[in-house]
T-cell receptor, first 115, second 114 residues
Framework: AQSVTQLGSHVSVSEGALVLLRCNYS??????LFWYVQYPNQGLQLLLK??????LVKGINGFEAEFKKSETSFHLTKPSAHMSDAAEYFC?????????????FGTGTSLTVIP | KAGVTQTPRYLIKTRGQQVTLSCSPI?????VSWYQQTPGQGLQFLFE???????NKGNFPGRFSGRQFSNSRSEMNVSTLELGDSALYLC?????????????FGPGTRLTVL
């Protein structure tokens, strides 16, 4: 079975500081990995996705994530936090062998940006 | 292209009632998935439909059901509502087939059960 673990349900950073949101996955085969962001009262929006083309993936709004197979991790980073980054972030995994479109989501990390 | 739309956006029901939620996927997307989101449980997968067939199902009781129509629009139904069914219900659509196709989410339907 697949699973996703997001360490830290709440993360606070100062405006301009580095953002690091952690995601570890368990999968018997290299998975497809995704990061989504959710703003209050909205659905989830894709930030970026790993599809095995490159281990360092760049997404929207200055975010990027690095796939590390040896650590089974896919941490999300942004060099400089902005107030508008305050939101809930979800890591998700889907293995290539899975039937259909069943995604497995982490429990989410709420990011607070302190001015 | 229009995004995923969900109706209604907000719903208030009482225990024992039933409710039907609707989702219209992005044009051309044949896969529709449903999730329940609550503060304590995060996103819980309900089921996925593809070409009018349920292809995957999460661990929810039979009170939760769904269907998909030939135009890919989907509905989910919850019968005999319980207080614990209060949640944000999210619908997501995607292109079929390849695993790297991401899901596109609608804004959700906020269900409150009194």
């Amino acid at each position: 079975a697949q699973s996703v673990t997001q360490l830290g349900s709440h993360v606070s950073v100062s405006e301009g500081a580095l953002v690091l949101l952690r995601c570890n996955y368990s999968s018997s085969v290299p998975p497809y990995l995704f990061w989504y962001v959710q703003y209050p009262n909205q659905g989830l929006q894709l930030l970026l996705k790993y599809t095995s083309a490159a281990t360092l993936v760049k997404g929207i709004n200055g975010f990027e994530a690095e796939f590390k197979k040896s650590e089974t991790s896919f941490h999300l980073t942004k060099p400089s936090a902005h107030m508008s980054d305050a939101a809930e972030y979800f890591c998700a995994v889907r293995t290539p062998l899975a039937t259909g479109n069943q995604f497995y989501f982490g429990t989410g990390t709420s990011l607070t940006v302190i001015p | 292209k229009a995004g995923v739309t969900q109706t209604p956006r907000y719903l208030i029901k009482t225990r024992g009632q039933q409710v039907t939620l609707s989702c219209s996927p992005i044009s051309g997307h044949r896969s529709v998935s449903w999730y329940q989101q609550t503060p304590g449980q995060g996103l819980q997968f309900l089921f996925e439909y593809f070409s009018e067939t349920q292809r995957n199902k999460g661990n929810f009781p039979g009170r939760f059901s769904g269907r998909q129509f030939s135009n890919s629009r989907s509905e989910m139904n919850v019968s005999t509502l319980e207080l614990g069914d209060s949640a944000l219900y999210l619908c997501a659509s995607s292109l079929a087939g390849e695993g790297y196709n991401e899901q596109f989410f609608g804004p959700g339907t906020r269900l409150t059960v009194l």
